[in-house]
T-cell receptor, first 116, second 114 residues
Framework: GAVVSQHPSRVICKSGTSVKIECRSL??????MFWYRQFPKQSLMLMAT?????????EQGVEKDKFLINHASLTLSTLTVTSAHPEDSSFYIC????????????FGPGTRLTVL | AQSVTQPDIHITVSEGASLELRCNYS??????LFWYVQSPGQGLQLLLK??????LVQGIKGFEAEFKRSQSSFNLRKPSVHWSDAAEYFC????????????FGKGTTLSVSS
């Protein structure tokens, strides 16, 4: 199946700093990418949907100025957590859809963010 | 409203016993249904999916699921559970349109006793 990578897999940062997470579709063109957030022992909550070359669509309650999403190419989307605080600590998972994936989303392995 | 319900938060099954994890969905269009498994600290692994056709779908690791449109259900089954099956299981529903995200259930934690 199609492969989606995320980098970094783990990141620890100090409160107030910004962190960028990359999501790449390695062997297909992702017309749409999604960002999810997962708190410990909870389900995945959709944060935003991004289409290549256009602004991301954020779910209700997600601060667009806090979580900046850029989908500059058909293989790369980035999530930047700006001025991170401890409550932003979470597991962030991206997924990509499109190309030969068709109706299926392919998930990245996730990024564990810890804000001290 | 679009939603996925997994009624069982936590299930414990003896090793070698059969397993059924329940999933009910509410979706306005033709649903595409998925089951994922997640081990602690890990990403999601796709177990199986249903898009159309035969309503009984086979997946990896000996899992299967049956789509019942009349009951809006997509229950996951395995005839004989192994200790390595202990994990978190998520049911998800999505649509045909390319910009449609998956909606996840809250998950069911499976514990396997010896």
């Amino acid at each position: 199946g199609a492969v989606v990578s995320q980098h970094p897999s783990r990141v620890i940062c100090k409160s107030g700093t910004s962190v960028k997470i990359e999501c790449r579709s390695l062997d297909f063109q992702a017309t749409t990418m999604f960002w999810y957030r997962q708190f410990p022992k909870q389900s995945l909550m959709l944060m935003a949907t991004s289409n290549e070359g256009s602004k991301a669509t954020y779910e209700q309650g997600v601060e667009k100025d806090k979580f900046l999403i850029n989908h500059a190419s058909l293989t790369l989307s980035t999530l930047t957590v700006t001025s991170a605080h401890p409550e932003d600590s979470s597991f962030y998972i991206c997924s990509a859809r499109g190309g030969r994936g068709g109706n299926e989303q392919f998930f990245g392995p996730g990024t564990r963010l810890t804000v001290l | 409203a679009q939603s996925v319900t997994q009624p069982d938060i936590h299930i414990t099954v003896s090793e070698g016993a059969s397993l059924e994890l329940r999933c009910n969905y509410s979706y306005g269009a033709t649903p595409y249904l998925f089951w994922y498994v997640q081990s602690p600290g890990q990403g999601l692994q796709l177990l199986l999916k249903y898009f159309s056709g035969d309503t009984l779908v086979q997946g990896i690791k000996g899992f299967e699921a049956e789509f019942k449109r009349s009951q809006s259900s997509f229950n996951l089954r395995k005839p004989s559970v192994h200790w390595s099956d202990a994990a978190e299981y998520f049911c998800a529903v999505g649509g045909y349109q390319a910009g449609t995200a998956l909606i996840f259930g809250k998950g069911t934690t499976l514990s396997v006793s010896s």
